[in-house]
């Protein structure tokens, strides 16, 4: 008996049909049966799914005598599935790798619920991929198993059948089954959810929900929208048969009024003829189930469709004053900004006020922030305000520290009088650099990717940047902080505007430079690492070939394995990846299983760095810090043609690389299972590393920013540089 059993009906979906079979049969997790049920389907779904069939024996096709419809067609299926778990997957939408192993860990682990609610991501059909924005759902509601009752706000997330799994057994106790027409899944869903005694979670994407631009049923205009009454009719009925949960006829009549209206309210929904039908069908069956007070947002159903008419008209109106008044807000707060720059450009500047941003305004961290702490230590008669975005981000600072909010009237009055204006990314537009104010850029590090004016041939790579813009503010640079000679060419090249290079090093890495073994054991202890374990630290970057940037390289749950249990897998993505969907492709599942730790959200990643024994990356800017720790470094770059393609890099970092380079996974598991990781070719290559790209890092990076800029000291250089090393490969730099 298999785990899963795998239902998918099939209708006109060849363009899609061998991605969705190739999702499941892919998966790592392969006690599973596949039951496929040809709708009668006129194109060449019958013939794909028959050639699967002879080369799979898990796969099973049913070909039936005539169209029936999404739900009959998976009711036909249905008695001949063997599984645990019936799982009914949609024939245009995919799994996504390692969602069988995930959601039969996650079963393993709650006993076998009735049901299992999981996470998807709708993906676009120009490319874009967007995570359920209710996903938080899944993780409040614990880790073990609950009812409908005890949390209701599971009945919040898209009642449809396919972002769950349920226990065969449970299904054929209670007679489920799926009837005839269009929203097929609310008469479903709605009764199975209110009757399971055990649901679970599972807060990881585990499908890839299409949305195609053409060809989804319910974006069709027709009368066949018209079913949803009947269907919920169907769900009235079904608790007219449970007396026990006569208690939810409130929240379905809510639901109903609410999915009803929606309907009504799509503009491609309806033929323009039908719509006042619809809404009396929709004002008579919410009248006929009425259960308590109607909420003030449905009561438009108490009255006619006129009325239902002007209510829509109102609410547009409504709308389109709020866009105007944002628009006449705007160009008020502009005009006052423009008013407070010529009011306060005749008075003049304090030489003891200086303004620091990092990381568009997220808080005190990075270079800025070293520059800061210093700047307190050696020259206290500096005032320094820090911007931060919003009050959030506010409450996250350390305690004793000045800040404004940004575009507030004490932003305005700071950067206003400001001398010094310290930023690892440029300042808003908006901001009027006036003569005798000082400029920092301290950048984010080392660069290996191509930046701004070199990416004007790699369109990809600058797809919704503005490079002249980035320029125009470069201009107001006075000061570009680098840490090395290489860094300082880059800069030069693709920052073509008149500031002064300081051969500072990195502020941020002087605590990396300084550090002793001793100083990461506070941080693996606050994020529960035992003491005896090695803490490998994995930190890819973003991609720019792919939409989102996100692409799993490594299955981590694997890698963790492959480690070992004296090995901790520390997880770090890219901080532009933090809010999309990348950490719900399973991160989050791996982290709550402690399996991993998802350090994505540590704001100072010198911590993480001080924290760990070797570094595993692909292209992160973050290993030219490493290497000032002088810890083992590994590269994973089994994608490094594509990635130097889109976005363009300086030189090759596979043939001038800080330690062993792997370009598969089978290489990478070698590395660390044979120790070679940490291996004499290891510290040559690293050694040669670090000459070139640690030269200035000395551990007095930001005392040498304070002491030449804010006291006007003269200040000695790091060591001389060292000379570039020959390069292996092809050196942008060397050649331009």
Same mark, same amino acid.
């Given at each position: 008996?298999?785990?899963?059993?795998?239902?998918?009906?099939?209708?006109?979906?060849?363009?899609?049909?061998?991605?969705?079979?190739?999702?499941?049969?892919?998966?790592?997790?392969?006690?599973?049966?596949?039951?496929?049920?040809?709708?009668?389907?006129?194109?060449?779904?019958?013939?794909?799914?028959?050639?699967?069939?002879?080369?799979?024996?898990?796969?099973?096709?049913?070909?039936?005598?005539?169209?029936?419809?999404?739900?009959?067609?998976?009711?036909?299926?249905?008695?001949?599935?063997?599984?645990?778990?019936?799982?009914?997957?949609?024939?245009?939408?995919?799994?996504?790798?390692?969602?069988?192993?995930?959601?039969?860990?996650?079963?393993?682990?709650?006993?076998?619920?009735?049901?299992?609610?999981?996470?998807?991501?709708?993906?676009?059909?120009?490319?874009?991929?967007?995570?359920?924005?209710?996903?938080?759902?899944?993780?409040? #509601?614990?880790?073990?198993?609950?009812?409908?009752?005890?949390?209701?706000?599971?009945?919040?997330?898209?009642?449809?059948?396919?972002?769950?799994?349920?226990?065969?057994?449970?299904?054929?106790?209670?007679?489920?089954?799926?009837?005839?027409?269009?929203?097929?899944?609310?008469?479903?869903?709605?009764?199975?959810?209110?009757?399971?005694?055990?649901?679970?979670?599972?807060?990881?994407?585990?499908? #890839?929900?299409?949305?195609?631009?053409?060809?989804?049923?319910?974006?069709?205009?027709?009368?066949?929208?018209?079913?949803?009454?009947?269907?919920?009719?169907?769900?009235?009925?079904?608790?007219?048969?449970?007396?026990?949960?006569?208690?939810?006829?409130?929240?379905?009549?809510?639901?109903?009024?609410?999915?009803?209206?929606?309907?009504?309210?799509?503009?491609?929904?309806?033929?323009?003829?039908?719509?006042?039908?619809?809404?009396?069908?929709?004002?008579?069956?919410?009248?006929?189930?009425?259960?308590?007070?109607?909420?003030?947002?449905?009561?438009?159903?108490?009255?006619?469709?006129?009325?239902?008419?002007?209510?829509?008209?109102?609410?547009?109106?409504?709308?389109?004053?709020?866009?105007?008044?944002?628009?006449?807000?705007?160009?008020? #707060?502009?005009?006052?900004?423009?008013?407070?720059?010529?009011?306060?450009?005749?008075?003049?500047?304090?030489?003891?006020?200086?303004?620091?941003?990092?990381?568009?305004?997220?808080?005190?961290?990075?270079?800025?922030?070293?520059?800061?702490?210093?700047?307190?230590?050696?020259?206290?008669?500096?005032?320094?305000?820090?911007?931060?975005?919003?009050?959030?981000?506010?409450?996250?600072?350390?305690?004793?520290?000045?800040?404004?909010?940004?575009?507030?009237?004490?932003?305005?009055?700071?950067?206003?009088?400001?001398?010094?204006?310290?930023?690892?990314?440029?300042?808003?537009?908006?901001?009027?650099?006036?003569?005798?104010?000082?400029?920092?850029?301290?950048?984010?590090?080392?660069?290996?990717?191509?930046?701004?004016?070199?990416?004007?041939?790699?369109?990809?790579?600058?797809?919704?940047?503005?490079?002249?813009?980035?320029?125009?503010?470069?201009?107001?640079?006075?000061?570009?902080?680098?840490?090395?000679?290489?860094?300082?060419?880059?800069?030069?090249?693709?920052?073509?505007?008149?500031?002064?290079?300081?051969?500072?090093?990195?502020?941020?890495?002087?605590?990396?430079?300084?550090?002793?073994?001793?100083?990461?054991?506070?941080?693996?202890?606050?994020?529960?690492?035992?003491?005896?374990?090695?803490?490998?630290?994995?930190?890819?970057?973003?991609?720019?070939?792919?939409?989102?940037?996100?692409?799993?390289?490594?299955?981590?749950?694997?890698?963790?394995?492959?480690?070992?249990?004296?090995?901790?897998?520390?997880?770090?993505?890219?901080?532009?990846?933090?809010?999309?969907?990348?950490?719900?492709?399973?991160?989050?599942?791996?982290?709550?299983?402690?399996?991993?730790?998802?350090?994505?959200?540590?704001?100072?990643?010198?911590?993480?760095?001080?924290?760990?024994?070797?570094?595993?990356?692909?292209?992160?800017?973050?290993?030219?810090?490493?290497?000032?720790?002088?810890?083992?470094?590994?590269?994973?770059?089994?994608?490094?043609?594509?990635?130097?393609?889109?976005?363009?890099?300086?030189?090759?970092?596979?043939?001038?690389?800080?330690?062993?380079?792997?370009?598969?996974?089978?290489?990478?598991?070698?590395?660390?299972?044979?120790?070679?990781?940490?291996?004499?070719?290891?510290?040559?290559?690293?050694?040669?590393?670090?000459?070139?790209?640690?030269?200035?890092?000395?551990?007095?990076?930001?005392?040498?920013?304070?002491?030449?800029?804010?006291?006007?000291?003269?200040?000695?250089?790091?060591?001389?540089?060292?000379?570039?090393?020959?390069?292996?490969?092809?050196?942008?730099?060397?050649?331009?």
């Amino acid at each position: 008996m298999p785990r899963f059993s795998i239902i998918v009906p099939v209708f006109k979906v060849q363009g899609f049909l061998r991605e969705c079979l190739d999702s499941v049969l892919e998966q790592s997790y392969t006690d599973l049966e596949v039951i496929a049920i040809d709708d009668r389907s006129p194109d060449g779904c019958g013939a794909i799914l028959d050639e699967y069939a002879a080369r799979d024996p898990r796969v099973r096709v049913l070909h039936l005598p005539e169209n029936v419809g999404l739900g009959r067609a998976r009711n036909a299926g249905m008695p001949y599935a063997t599984g645990d778990f019936l799982f009914f997957l949609d024939s245009d939408d995919t799994l996504t790798p390692g969602a069988l192993r995930a959601v039969a860990d996650r079963l393993d682990e709650t006993a076998d619920p009735d049901v299992l609610v999981f996470d998807y991501a709708r993906t676009y059909w120009w490319g874009g991929t967007r995570r359920n924005v209710l996903a938080k759902v899944l993780a409040e #509601a614990g880790d073990g198993t609950f009812t409908a009752a005890e949390h209701p706000e599971i009945l919040e997330l898209l009642m449809v059948v396919w972002n769950k799994v349920y226990r065969r057994e449970f299904v054929e106790r209670e007679g489920f089954t799926f009837p005839p027409g269009y929203y097929e899944d609310t008469p479903w869903t709605f009764p199975v959810m209110l009757s399971a005694e055990r649901i679970a979670t599972l807060d990881r994407i585990c499908l #890839a929900y299409r949305q195609r631009r053409q060809g989804n049923i319910l974006s069709t205009t027709s009368r066949k929208h018209f079913d949803i009454h009947d269907q919920y009719e169907r769900v009235f009925a079904f608790l007219d048969s449970r007396p026990a949960l006569a208690s939810w006829r409130p929240y379905l009549h809510r639901k109903m009024g609410e999915h009803c209206l929606d309907i009504l309210s799509k503009p491609d929904r309806l033929p323009e003829q039908d719509k006042a039908e619809f809404f009396r069908l929709t004002a008579a069956l919410f009248r006929k189930h009425k259960s308590g007070p109607v909420p003030r947002e449905l009561r438009v159903l108490e009255g006619g469709f006129p009325l239902y008419q002007a209510w829509r008209q109102t609410e547009r109106a409504g709308r389109e004053l709020g866009r105007r008044g944002m628009q006449v807000r705007k160009a008020a #707060a502009a005009r006052v900004k423009r008013g407070w720059s010529v009011l306060h450009e005749h008075r003049s500047l304090d030489p003891n006020l200086a303004v620091y941003s990092a990381f568009s305004h997220r808080g005190a961290l990075g270079d800025p922030a070293a520059v800061y702490h210093k700047a307190r230590e050696i020259a206290p008669h500096v005032r320094g305000v820090w911007v931060v975005r919003d009050e959030e981000e506010a409450a996250q600072l350390p305690p004793g520290v000045e800040h404004v909010l940004l575009d507030s009237l004490p932003y305005r009055r700071v950067t206003a009088r400001a001398t010094y204006f310290v930023n690892n990314v440029n300042w808003p537009g908006t901001l009027v650099k006036r003569p005798g104010s000082i400029h920092i850029h301290t950048h984010q590090g080392t660069p290996l990717k191509y930046m701004a004016a070199d990416l004007l041939d790699k369109p990809g790579a600058r797809h919704g940047l503005d490079v002249p813009q980035m320029l125009r503010r470069a201009d107001r640079w006075d000061y570009s902080l680098v840490a090395n000679r290489h860094s300082e060419l880059v800069w030069d090249r693709a920052y073509p505007c008149h500031f002064t290079s300081l051969r500072t090093g990195s502020p941020r890495n002087d605590v990396l430079v300084r550090a002793r073994p001793e100083d990461g054991t506070a941080v693996r202890a606050r994020l529960g690492i035992p003491a005896e374990h090695r803490v490998v630290l994995y930190a890819p970057t973003r991609r720019d070939y792919i939409r989102g940037g996100h692409v799993d390289r490594i299955d981590l749950a694997r890698f963790a394995d492959d480690l070992g249990e004296d090995h901790t897998l520390v997880v770090r993505l890219h901080p532009s990846l933090a809010d999309g969907p990348a950490r719900g492709m399973g991160l989050s599942e791996l982290h709550r299983r402690n399996v991993v730790v998802d350090a994505t959200d540590e704001p100072h990643v010198e911590d993480l760095m001080l924290a760990s024994d070797v570094l595993v990356t692909d292209y992160s800017a973050l290993m030219f810090d490493y290497a000032n720790l002088n810890r083992p470094i590994v590269l994973y770059t089994d994608d490094w043609g594509a990635y130097a393609a889109s976005r363009g890099a300086y030189f090759d970092i596979t043939a001038d690389a800080p330690g062993h380079v792997a370009s598969s996974y089978r290489e990478l598991a070698w590395l660390f299972a044979s120790g070679a990781w940490r291996d004499g070719e290891s510290a040559r290559l690293r050694a040669g590393f670090r000459a070139r790209f640690c030269a200035f890092d000395d551990g007095r990076a930001a005392e040498r920013v304070v002491r030449t800029v804010m006291l006007g000291e003269k200040v000695e250089e790091p060591a001389p540089a060292v000379p570039l090393p020959a390069q292996a490969g092809h050196d942008v730099l060397a050649s331009s």
